[in-house]
């Protein structure tokens, strides 16, 4: 039982904005460990490239298109399910940022963030609901893993307002989830990611050492780390993880 309690063979999966940064690490990882993985992006050739580069590890499908809001939700459900009658795997990655200073922070900025990082894991998840019954059972669950982030547990200094909402608010939406979805052998859970070098944390992708020393693992993450906690989640060994989130992060939510 141990030798394929870590394998994803036979499996298929679904990582939003999987084409660059901790989702396209995890799509890897998903790969490495046998599945057949469909990312999706918003720009059609990044997305098409990235899926081509992924596919020396394995099956992996591009799905070009905005994720963001029911009416995304719905599309890119409608374009995934052209292509498979079933999911085993959906992994709500795509996320966004918008920092401004509180007197200017403006409403779109706002609507944005939550809409890509708050409605987004709701109704794709309900558009891929049935999707993900088809093969779960009690034995064998479907997973949902939300990708949500230490800003959801702490505060810091930068003016990322409906950021750190979000990602308060996606930690709770994930036990919400969880306790429903349990009943149709569907596991939801999370991770919240400290600090890795990604085009959204340009700090910690071009200048490490500023994270560095208020880590106390000393680093920043590295591919391997977000890798192994998804492919935990979503592989036979977390099947009886429920609603919790799984932090990341070396320490840093509570290094402080």
């Not at 940064?21 to 999706?40: C, D, H, N, P, S």
């Not at 800003?151 to 429903?180: E, Q, T």
Request: net charge positive.
């Amino acid at each position: 039982m141990m030798q394929d309690l870590f394998s994803l063979a036979g499996r298929t999966a679904l990582v939003t904005g999987g084409s660059r940064g901790i989702g396209r690490m995890i799509a890897q990882g998903f790969l490495e460990q046998g599945a057949k993985v469909y990312i999706t992006g918003r720009k059609a050739e990044a997305t098409a490239a990235a899926a081509a580069e992924l596919s020396a590890f394995g099956p992996c499908i591009a799905l070009s298109g905005d994720v963001s809001g029911a009416a995304g939700s719905r599309r890119i459900a409608a374009a995934y399910l052209t292509h498979e009658t079933h999911l085993d795997i959906l992994v709500h990655n795509a996320g966004a940022a918008w920092a401004a200073p509180f007197k200017d922070y403006p409403e779109h900025g706002w609507d944005k963030v939550m809409d890509l990082n708050l409605k987004t894991p709701f109704f794709l998840t309900q558009a891929l609901h049935s999707a993900l019954k088809v093969n779960a059972t009690a034995d064998r669950p479907s997973k949902v893993v939300v990708i949500a982030s230490v800003d959801g547990f702490f505060v810091n200094r930068i003016d990322n307002f409906s950021y750190h909402a979000s990602k308060a608010g996606v930690l709770h939406l994930a036990k919400k989830m969880a306790m429903h979805l349990i009943a149709d052998h569907i596991v939801v859970s999370a991770i919240a990611p400290g600090p890795f070098p990604t085009d959204m944390n340009r700090i910690a992708r071009d200048t490490p050492d500023v994270f560095n020393a208020h880590v106390p693992a000393g680093r920043v993450g590295r591919p391997r780390d977000i890798a192994g906690a998804a492919v935990y989640l979503a592989s036979r060994a977390g099947d009886y993880v429920v609603g919790t989130a799984v932090t990341v992060d070396g320490g840093v939510s509570w290094g402080y």
